[in-house]
């Protein structure tokens, strides 16, 4: 049974044409992260919530934005996507606020590409 | 911040072979993570340890916290083992996430 569920697998948008990726769980996890991966490269991390608790990362650009509306559900949007915002997002969530002290469990992630 | 090393980037051996892949990093840590990502992109978590040595099936994960690293063996490999093995840490510097380290590609010829 999945236990991170992110919809749509394949997305493509135009470039500068708003988009939004979503994530949901049924863990129950505090956690939500969301990594970007771009080709033959190490996931990154953009942002996570802890329960709803905002934490972005130095370097996310502002053209990334997410939404936690409750526990299960967590939003990734791109407000003007460019081209080189093709990549693939992965969600994940922890029990635990700090990552190294509980597994990360990751959904099958959203490959983007921007057209 | 963390640094994580692996190595090496890329692997092809023949069925049945003890695989070993190796992670260093540069900040002590209290856990490092073992992933696989098979193509297609999915993260599957595979270990986390803080000390010693953990066992599932054919792998093993292994990590010297004194001397900041850690190994990932896989005995009597198979095909179906092919995937890009991630370790991953602590970021450090007070952040929660984790630092991810580039892959391992492994290919598991028949």
């Known amino acids: 049974d999945a236990m991170v569920i992110q919809n749509p697998r394949y997305q493509v948008t135009q470039f500068g044409k708003p988009v939004t990726l979503s994530c949901s769980q049924t863990?129950?996890?505090?956690?939500m992260y969301w990594y970007q991966q771009k080709s033959s490269q190490a996931p990154k991390l953009l942002f996570h919530?802890?329960?709803?608790?905002?934490?972005n990362e130095a370097d996310t650009p502002d053209n990334f934005q997410s939404r936690r509306p409750n526990t299960s559900f967590c939003f990734l949007d791109i407000r003007s996507p460019g081209l080189g915002d093709a990549a693939m997002y992965l969600c994940?969530?922890?029990?635990?606020?700090?990552?190294?002290?509980?597994?990360?469990?990751f959904g099958n992630g959203t490959r983007l590409t921007v057209t | 911040k963390n640094e994580v090393e692996q190595s090496p980037q890329n692997l092809t051996a023949q069925e049945g072979e003890f695989i070993t892949i190796n992670c260093s990093y540069s900040v002590g840590i209290s856990a490092l993570h073992w992933l696989q990502q098979h193509p297609g992109g999915g993260i599957v978590s595979l270990f986390m340890l803080s000390s010693g040595k953990k066992k599932h099936g054919r792998l093993i994960a292994t990590i010297n916290i004194q001397e900041k690293h850690s190994s990932l063996h896989i005995t009597a490999s198979h095909p179906r083992d092919s995937a890009v093995y991630i370790c991953a840490g602590p970021s450090g510097g007070g952040a929660d996430g984790l630092t991810f380290g580039k892959g391992t590609h492994l290919i598991i010829q028949p």
């Open positions: 863990l129950n996890h505090n956690v």
């Open positions: 994940a969530t922890s029990r635990d606020v700090r990552a190294a002290n509980s597994p990360l469990h």
């Open positions: 919530y802890y329960d709803k608790d905002f934490n």
